[in-house]
Protein backbone atom coordinates (compact mmCIF):
# COMPACT_ATOMS: atom_id res chain seq x y z
CA UNK A 1 0.00 0.00 0.00
CA UNK A 2 2.79 2.01 -0.03
CA UNK A 3 4.84 4.48 -2.60
CA UNK A 4 7.38 6.94 -2.29
CA UNK A 5 5.37 9.61 -2.03
CA UNK A 6 3.42 8.25 0.87
CA UNK A 7 6.66 7.17 2.89
CA UNK A 8 8.26 10.86 1.88
CA UNK A 9 5.12 12.32 3.55
CA UNK A 10 5.21 9.93 6.48
CA UNK A 11 8.49 11.19 7.38
CA UNK A 12 8.01 14.80 7.32
CA UNK A 13 4.99 14.14 9.30
CA UNK A 14 7.06 12.30 11.68
CA UNK A 15 9.51 15.30 11.69
CA UNK A 16 7.11 17.86 11.61
CA UNK A 17 5.45 16.42 14.71
CA UNK A 18 8.60 16.06 16.60
CA UNK A 19 9.33 19.71 16.17
CA UNK A 20 6.03 20.81 17.05
CA UNK A 21 6.36 18.64 20.51
CA UNK A 22 9.55 20.25 21.45
CA UNK A 23 7.24 23.64 22.81
CA UNK A 24 4.57 23.59 25.16
CA UNK A 25 2.43 25.48 22.54
CA UNK A 26 2.98 23.04 19.89
CA UNK A 27 2.52 19.72 22.19
CA UNK A 28 -1.12 21.35 22.92
CA UNK A 29 -1.94 22.10 19.41
CA UNK A 30 -0.69 18.37 18.55
CA UNK A 31 -3.14 17.45 21.29
CA UNK A 32 -6.41 19.24 20.03
CA UNK A 33 -6.31 17.28 17.06
CA UNK A 34 -8.16 14.02 17.90
CA UNK A 35 -9.98 14.48 20.97
CA UNK A 36 -12.91 12.69 20.06
CA UNK A 37 -11.18 9.81 18.35
CA UNK A 38 -10.47 6.59 20.42
CA UNK A 39 -7.97 3.61 19.99
CA UNK A 40 -8.14 -0.19 21.06
CA UNK A 41 -4.85 -1.90 21.44
CA UNK A 42 -5.08 -5.39 21.43
CA UNK A 43 -1.83 -7.20 21.92
CA UNK A 44 -2.10 -10.56 22.66
CA UNK A 45 1.81 -10.99 21.89
CA UNK A 46 4.46 -9.42 24.32
CA UNK A 47 5.67 -5.92 23.22
CA UNK A 48 6.71 -2.89 24.95
CA UNK A 49 7.92 -0.60 22.50
CA UNK A 50 5.37 -0.76 20.03
CA UNK A 51 3.11 -1.38 22.76
CA UNK A 52 4.18 2.35 24.67
CA UNK A 53 5.08 3.86 21.67
CA UNK A 54 1.48 3.65 19.77
CA UNK A 55 0.08 4.30 23.52
CA UNK A 56 2.13 7.68 23.67
CA UNK A 57 1.29 8.40 20.15
CA UNK A 58 -2.19 7.76 20.66
CA UNK A 59 -1.81 10.45 23.73
CA UNK A 60 0.08 13.36 22.05
CA UNK A 61 -3.04 13.71 19.47
CA UNK A 62 -5.45 13.82 22.41
CA UNK A 63 -6.49 10.39 21.72
CA UNK A 64 -8.21 7.38 24.37
CA UNK A 65 -6.82 4.42 24.57
CA UNK A 66 -8.35 0.82 25.83
CA UNK A 67 -6.42 -2.31 25.98
CA UNK A 68 -6.34 -5.76 26.07
CA UNK A 69 -3.16 -7.52 26.76
CA UNK A 70 -3.95 -11.05 27.95
CA UNK A 71 -6.47 -12.81 26.20
CA UNK A 72 -7.38 -14.71 29.27
CA UNK A 73 -9.07 -11.48 30.26
CA UNK A 74 -11.22 -11.41 27.37
CA UNK A 75 -14.43 -12.68 25.65
CA UNK A 76 -11.86 -15.49 23.36
CA UNK A 77 -11.94 -17.59 26.88
CA UNK A 78 -15.90 -18.27 26.60
CA UNK A 79 -15.03 -19.36 23.17
CA UNK A 80 -15.55 -15.98 21.12
CA UNK A 81 -14.10 -16.08 18.13
CA UNK A 82 -11.55 -13.93 16.52
CA UNK A 83 -13.59 -11.84 14.15
CA UNK A 84 -16.18 -11.74 16.46
CA UNK A 85 -13.79 -10.02 19.18
CA UNK A 86 -12.38 -7.93 16.34
CA UNK A 87 -16.07 -6.81 15.41
CA UNK A 88 -16.90 -5.94 19.02
CA UNK A 89 -13.77 -4.19 19.14
CA UNK A 90 -14.98 -1.91 16.68
CA UNK A 91 -17.92 -1.10 17.65
CA UNK A 92 -16.55 1.19 20.51
CA UNK A 93 -13.55 2.69 18.97
CA UNK A 94 -12.16 4.51 15.60
CA UNK A 95 -9.22 2.45 15.04
CA UNK A 96 -7.88 -1.26 16.47
CA UNK A 97 -3.51 -1.49 16.38
CA UNK A 98 -2.93 -5.02 17.24
CA UNK A 99 0.01 -8.03 17.60
CA UNK A 100 -0.57 -11.40 17.44
CA UNK A 101 1.46 -14.19 17.59
CA UNK A 102 -0.11 -15.92 14.50
CA UNK A 103 0.46 -14.46 11.33
CA UNK A 104 -1.80 -12.75 8.93
CA UNK A 105 -4.53 -11.62 11.84
CA UNK A 106 -4.08 -8.23 11.15
CA UNK A 107 -5.19 -8.65 7.24
CA UNK A 108 -7.87 -10.85 8.10
CA UNK A 109 -9.41 -7.94 10.66
CA UNK A 110 -9.23 -5.69 7.89
CA UNK A 111 -11.30 -8.32 5.82
CA UNK A 112 -13.64 -8.75 8.00
CA UNK A 113 -14.17 -4.82 8.22
CA UNK A 114 -14.59 -4.18 4.71
CA UNK A 115 -17.68 -6.08 5.36
CA UNK A 116 -19.46 -4.56 8.12
CA UNK A 117 -21.68 -1.29 8.17
CA UNK A 118 -19.25 0.27 10.70
CA UNK A 119 -15.43 -0.32 9.27
CA UNK A 120 -12.82 1.33 11.36
CA UNK A 121 -8.96 1.29 10.36
CA UNK A 122 -6.35 -1.74 11.48
CA UNK A 123 -3.13 -1.35 12.01
CA UNK A 124 -0.53 -4.51 12.07
CA UNK A 125 1.46 -3.68 14.96
CA UNK A 126 3.28 -6.68 13.98
CA UNK A 127 2.15 -10.30 12.73
CA UNK A 128 3.46 -13.62 13.89
CA UNK A 129 7.11 -13.98 12.46
CA UNK A 130 5.43 -12.88 9.16
CA UNK A 131 5.28 -8.82 9.24
CA UNK A 132 5.77 -5.75 11.20
CA UNK A 133 5.06 -2.94 8.82
CA UNK A 134 5.14 -0.03 11.29
CA UNK A 135 8.55 -0.65 12.11
CA UNK A 136 9.87 -0.96 8.88
CA UNK A 137 8.15 2.84 8.36
CA UNK A 138 10.11 3.80 11.80
CA UNK A 139 13.41 2.38 10.63
CA UNK A 140 12.88 4.04 6.82
CA UNK A 141 12.48 7.16 9.29
CA UNK A 142 15.88 6.38 11.25
CA UNK A 143 17.28 5.36 7.47
CA UNK A 144 16.07 9.07 5.93
CA UNK A 145 16.70 10.83 8.99
CA UNK A 146 20.61 9.35 9.40
CA UNK A 147 21.22 9.38 5.76
CA UNK A 148 20.39 12.98 5.12
CA UNK A 149 23.14 14.48 5.22
CA UNK A 150 24.37 12.12 2.38
CA UNK A 151 21.79 12.05 0.22
CA UNK A 152 19.10 10.02 1.48
CA UNK A 153 18.37 6.19 1.32
CA UNK A 154 18.79 5.59 -2.13
CA UNK A 155 22.32 4.19 -3.13
CA UNK A 156 23.54 2.86 -0.07
CA UNK A 157 24.59 -0.25 1.09
CA UNK A 158 22.55 -2.07 3.83
CA UNK A 159 23.61 -5.04 6.26
CA UNK A 160 20.90 -7.16 8.10
CA UNK A 161 22.40 -9.42 10.75
CA UNK A 162 21.22 -12.10 13.07
CA UNK A 163 18.09 -14.35 12.88
CA UNK A 164 16.35 -13.27 9.21
CA UNK A 165 14.53 -16.28 9.16
CA UNK A 166 12.22 -16.00 12.08
CA UNK A 167 12.33 -12.10 12.32
CA UNK A 168 9.57 -9.95 11.04
CA UNK A 169 11.17 -6.98 11.05
CA UNK A 170 13.77 -7.37 8.52
CA UNK A 171 11.00 -8.87 6.56
CA UNK A 172 8.62 -5.95 6.63
CA UNK A 173 11.91 -3.61 5.53
CA UNK A 174 13.03 -5.70 2.57
CA UNK A 175 9.43 -5.15 1.23
CA UNK A 176 9.75 -1.11 1.42
CA UNK A 177 13.36 -1.24 -0.13
CA UNK A 178 11.56 -1.44 -3.64
CA UNK A 179 11.09 2.21 -3.23
CA UNK A 180 14.73 3.28 -2.94
CA UNK A 181 16.46 3.81 -6.20
CA UNK A 182 20.19 1.45 -6.39
CA UNK A 183 19.58 0.28 -2.82
CA UNK A 184 22.16 -3.24 -1.77
CA UNK A 185 21.11 -5.36 1.09
CA UNK A 186 23.42 -7.70 2.76
CA UNK A 187 22.12 -10.55 4.16
CA UNK A 188 24.64 -11.53 7.36
CA UNK A 189 22.78 -14.89 8.91
CA UNK A 190 23.71 -17.96 10.45
CA UNK A 191 22.85 -20.44 7.65
CA UNK A 192 19.76 -22.21 9.57
CA UNK A 193 18.69 -18.73 10.08
CA UNK A 194 19.24 -17.06 6.75
CA UNK A 195 16.75 -15.04 5.17
CA UNK A 196 13.71 -17.11 4.13
CA UNK A 197 13.26 -17.43 0.22
CA UNK A 198 10.02 -15.19 -0.46
CA UNK A 199 11.62 -12.40 0.75
CA UNK A 200 14.44 -13.23 -1.33
CA UNK A 201 12.17 -13.84 -4.63
CA UNK A 202 10.35 -10.22 -3.76
CA UNK A 203 13.73 -8.76 -4.43
CA UNK A 204 14.52 -10.06 -7.16
CA UNK A 205 11.24 -9.60 -9.02
CA UNK A 206 11.76 -5.83 -7.72
CA UNK A 207 15.34 -5.79 -9.06
CA UNK A 208 16.72 -5.23 -5.44
CA UNK A 209 20.43 -5.81 -5.46
CA UNK A 210 21.15 -8.31 -2.10
CA UNK A 211 23.86 -11.01 -1.29
CA UNK A 212 24.48 -13.37 1.46
CA UNK A 213 27.17 -14.47 3.90
CA UNK A 214 28.13 -15.75 7.29
CA UNK A 215 31.34 -13.46 7.79
CA UNK A 216 30.42 -9.93 8.96
CA UNK A 217 34.06 -8.64 9.24
CA UNK A 218 34.20 -9.19 5.22
CA UNK A 219 31.52 -7.07 4.48
CA UNK A 220 31.33 -4.44 7.65
CA UNK A 221 33.71 -2.06 5.86
CA UNK A 222 31.16 -1.76 2.85
CA UNK A 223 28.20 -1.13 5.15
CA UNK A 224 26.47 2.34 5.32
CA UNK A 225 24.08 0.86 7.98
CA UNK A 226 24.05 -2.52 10.00
CA UNK A 227 20.36 -3.70 10.99
CA UNK A 228 21.00 -5.73 13.75
CA UNK A 229 18.48 -8.42 15.49
CA UNK A 230 18.29 -10.64 17.68
CA UNK A 231 17.53 -14.38 17.82
CA UNK A 232 14.04 -14.42 18.41
CA UNK A 233 14.04 -17.70 20.31
CA UNK A 234 10.54 -18.16 21.14
CA UNK A 235 10.18 -19.78 18.05
CA UNK A 236 12.54 -22.22 19.34
CA UNK A 237 11.01 -25.95 18.94
CA UNK A 238 13.97 -27.80 19.93
CA UNK A 239 16.80 -25.35 20.97
CA UNK A 240 17.62 -24.31 18.12
CA UNK A 241 19.03 -20.82 18.91
CA UNK A 242 21.11 -22.33 21.47
CA UNK A 243 22.74 -24.35 18.91
CA UNK A 244 24.30 -20.83 17.38
CA UNK A 245 27.62 -19.13 18.12
CA UNK A 246 26.25 -15.63 18.28
CA UNK A 247 29.82 -14.47 17.93
CA UNK A 248 30.55 -13.88 15.16
CA UNK A 249 27.00 -12.24 14.02
CA UNK A 250 27.71 -9.94 17.17
CA UNK A 251 28.76 -6.16 17.52
CA UNK A 252 31.60 -5.22 19.78
CA UNK A 253 34.37 -2.46 20.04
CA UNK A 254 36.39 -3.98 17.90
CA UNK A 255 33.55 -4.26 14.93
CA UNK A 256 33.42 -0.23 15.46
CA UNK A 257 36.70 -0.12 14.26
CA UNK A 258 35.90 -1.82 11.20
CA UNK A 259 32.78 -0.23 10.20
CA UNK A 260 33.22 3.54 7.77
CA UNK A 261 32.95 6.81 10.22
CA UNK A 262 29.82 7.87 8.70
CA UNK A 263 28.18 4.40 9.02
CA UNK A 264 25.48 3.49 11.86
CA UNK A 265 23.94 0.41 14.18
CA UNK A 266 20.39 -0.09 13.94
CA UNK A 267 18.22 -2.32 16.30
CA UNK A 268 14.46 -2.83 16.65
CA UNK A 269 15.18 -3.57 20.15
CA UNK A 270 15.37 -5.74 22.81
CA UNK A 271 18.51 -6.77 22.38
CA UNK A 272 20.07 -9.57 23.41
CA UNK A 273 23.88 -10.73 23.41
CA UNK A 274 24.19 -9.32 19.91
CA UNK A 275 25.32 -5.84 20.30
CA UNK A 276 27.81 -5.11 23.51
CA UNK A 277 26.19 -2.27 25.78
CA UNK A 278 29.72 -0.46 25.23
CA UNK A 279 28.80 -0.08 21.34
CA UNK A 280 25.97 2.29 23.29
CA UNK A 281 28.75 5.57 23.77
CA UNK A 282 29.88 5.01 20.07
CA UNK A 283 28.09 7.88 17.86
CA UNK A 284 27.36 5.43 15.52
CA UNK A 285 24.65 3.84 17.60
CA UNK A 286 21.38 4.84 16.51
CA UNK A 287 19.12 2.26 18.33
CA UNK A 288 17.61 4.33 20.93
CA UNK A 289 17.09 6.95 18.68
CA UNK A 290 15.06 4.74 16.18
CA UNK A 291 13.39 3.69 18.96
CA UNK A 292 11.97 7.04 20.21
CA UNK A 293 11.42 7.73 15.81
CA UNK A 294 8.55 5.04 16.50
CA UNK A 295 6.42 6.74 18.85
CA UNK A 296 7.23 9.99 15.64
CA UNK A 297 6.32 8.03 12.91
CA UNK A 298 3.34 6.33 14.80
CA UNK A 299 1.82 9.60 15.47
CA UNK A 300 2.42 10.68 11.80
CA UNK A 301 0.62 7.02 10.52
CA UNK A 302 -2.52 8.10 13.24
CA UNK A 303 -2.65 11.70 11.42
CA UNK A 304 -2.45 10.16 7.93
CA UNK A 305 -5.13 7.76 8.85
CA UNK A 306 -7.69 10.08 10.36
CA UNK A 307 -6.84 12.99 7.37
CA UNK A 308 -5.72 15.56 9.69
CA UNK A 309 -2.37 15.94 7.89
CA UNK A 310 -3.34 19.48 6.28
CA UNK A 311 -3.63 21.03 10.06
CA UNK A 312 -0.11 19.57 11.27
CA UNK A 313 1.42 21.68 7.64
CA UNK A 314 -0.51 24.51 8.71
CA UNK A 315 0.81 24.36 12.58
CA UNK A 316 4.51 23.59 11.50
CA UNK A 317 4.38 26.39 8.80
CA UNK A 318 2.29 28.94 11.60
CA UNK A 319 5.35 27.37 14.36
CA UNK A 320 8.11 29.09 11.73
CA UNK A 321 9.22 25.43 10.07
CA UNK A 322 10.08 26.17 6.88
CA UNK A 323 8.76 23.67 3.94
CA UNK A 324 10.59 20.18 4.05
CA UNK A 325 9.31 18.93 0.34
CA UNK A 326 10.77 15.24 0.87
CA UNK A 327 13.56 16.74 2.90
CA UNK A 328 14.56 16.02 5.77
CA UNK A 329 14.97 18.98 8.69
C1 LIG B 1 10.52 -6.48 17.35
C2 LIG B 1 9.34 -7.39 17.22
O1 LIG B 1 8.52 -7.47 18.15
O2 LIG B 1 9.24 -7.99 16.18
N1 LIG B 1 10.44 -5.64 18.46
C3 LIG B 1 9.81 -4.45 18.29
O3 LIG B 1 8.66 -4.38 17.91
N2 LIG B 1 10.56 -3.35 18.47
C4 LIG B 1 11.81 -7.17 17.26
C5 LIG B 1 12.06 -8.33 18.16
O4 LIG B 1 11.26 -8.66 19.03
O5 LIG B 1 13.11 -8.93 17.97
Not at 5 to 32: F, I, M, Q, Y
Not at 42 to 55: A, G, K, M, V
Not at 184 to 203: G, H, W
Not at 286 to 299: C, D, L, S
Request: net charge neutral; glycine share 6%; aromatic share 8%.
Amino acid sequence: MFDRALLDELCDLATRVRTLAKSEVGARALRDLLPTRRAMLYFTQPSTRTFLSFNNACHILGMRTSEIRDPSTSSEVKGESFSDSIRTFSSYVDVIIMRTKEAGRAAQAAKLMDGIPRPVPVINAGSGSDQHPTQALLDIYTLARSFEPRGGIDGKVIGMMGDLKRGRTVRSLCYLMRHYEGVRLVFIAPPQFAMESDIKAYLDEHRIAYSETTQLSTVLPQLDALYVTRMQTEWDTAGESRAVDLKPFSVGTHELTLMKRDAFIMHPLPRGPEIDPLVDQDPRAMYWRQERNGMWMRVAVLIKIFGVERIVTALAAADGQPPLGGRLA
